[in-house]
């Protein structure tokens, strides 16, 4: 109703950037920033020019604000009549989006579009990395799936598939473990052992995470596999596999993503070669390094397995088979940053597997390749089972 003042307190839940733990606080919304009100009755002040926003571009969206680096301070707000409130209330313009802008928004994606065709040829040269990123915002979940379903089928065969059900819980359980603080993002994971003798692992669109025997058996302890999940899982949530597959390919699957032609992104991804090989870029690397640290901190899991992990890779002498360093490259400075950032994390970490032998696990499920003809050692379904109840 035009008049109406705009609100000026609204709920939300705060993160202090060093736990998980979230803390449902009062927003009050002032002209050059606004006042977090917490239960204990202690406040914050955020200036906007502070604060950057990393969520709730999009209608349905929760608004995430965020506020220092590299774990950052962040409040959820669910309404985004919220980002309204402050841009009816801040004299200057402030660095949110402005839900105001949406319809037209929608005219000019609808003007494009339209235009597409006469554009094609200079979208070729020039606006296919810029066309990956809106794309790949636009993919919905359930065609990311598909989409991760055909990639994982061409790339893994039924007899390269190890489906053993210890093997297949230790994975699964791990990343239900790294999964339990996360907010709700919409995906269903499903990770996938294959037989394989390079040390590798690799994420697909929709939530698929694909992952060698020879990683399994080249890791130390759970943690360490852990470490690798919780980066390939950040892939998965930050899409950025599916951007670097909008990237890599040709023009025809960004069409078939912009009309919504899912059979026409299968066809396209015919064209792939191995989705094992993307790259992705720095900025999504380190993305995943430090996301994946924050999930194993919310997680209880050491974060220091991740970094162990890196570090065993950069000591082998194996250029065949080290295909993990080659698809997802670190140097030493990333690694001693991940070092750094693992050292600072104080929290209280729970054990994965307490009580079962690693090297059992690994007998059964990375014996070269050859699982369920090699010794199972003394991993069993029960025993499995038990540590992740």
């Not at 736990?19 to 955020?46: E, H, N």
Request: hydrophobic share 40%; charged share 25%; with cysteine.
């Amino acid at each position: 109703m035009a008049g109406t003042p705009p609100q000026m307190e609204w709920p939300g839940r705060y993160f202090d950037g060093r736990t998980a733990l979230a803390q449902p606080v009062r927003i009050t919304i002032g002209a050059r920033g606004f006042q977090i009100a917490k239960p204990d009755g202690s406040t914050l002040w955020w200036d906007y020019g502070e604060v950057r926003q990393t969520q709730g571009a999009y209608a349905g969206e929760q608004v995430r604000l965020e506020k220092g680096a590299p774990f950052p301070e962040a409040l959820l707000v669910d309404d985004a009549g919220f980002l309204a409130a402050i841009h009816a209330i801040a004299p200057e313009p402030t660095p949110f989006h402005d839900p105001a802008r949406r319809p037209l928004r929608r005219r000019l994606t609808l003007l494009a579009a339209l235009c597409l065709p006469l554009l094609g040829a200079a979208l070729y040269l020039w606006g296919i990395p810029a066309m990956a990123e809106a794309m790949a915002d636009r993919v919905p979940v359930s065609w990311e799936e598909r989409l991760g379903r055909s990639a994982v089928g061409m790339l893994v065969s039924p007899e390269d598939r190890l489906s053993d059900p210890v093997c297949t819980q230790v994975l699964a359980g791990i990343g239900d473990r790294l999964l339990e603080a996360v907010p709700p993002h919409g995906y269903r994971f499903r990770y996938v052992l294959k037989r394989d003798h390079s040390i590798n692992a690799f994420a697909a669109p929709g939530g698929f995470v694909v992952v060698h025997t020879a990683l399994v058996g080249q890791s130390g302890s759970p943690e360490e596999l852990a470490g690798v999940l919780a980066h390939e899982v950040q892939h998965v949530l930050k899409r950025h596999a599916t951007r670097a597959l909008f990237r890599d390919l040709s023009l025809q699957v960004l069409i078939a993503a912009w009309t919504g032609d899912v059979g026409g992104l299968e066809v396209a991804l015919e064209t792939a070669g191995d989705l094992g090989k993307l790259r992705f870029s720095r900025q999504a690397e380190t993305e995943a390094d430090l996301e994946g640290l924050r999930m194993l901190q919310a997680a209880r899991i050491a974060p220091g397995g991740m970094v162990a992990f890196f570090k065993s890779l950069e000591k082998m002498d194996l250029p065949d088979g080290l295909t993990y360093l080659s698809t997802h490259p670190r140097s030493e400075d990333r690694i001693r940053q991940l070092e750094r950032l693992a050292d600072g994390m104080e929290f209280a970490s729970d054990p994965l597997l307490p009580g079962v032998s690693w090297e059992d696990v690994k007998l059964r499920c990375a014996p070269g390749g050859t699982a369920r003809e090699a010794s199972p050692g003394t991993v069993t379904q029960e025993t499995v089972d038990c540590c992740f109840d």
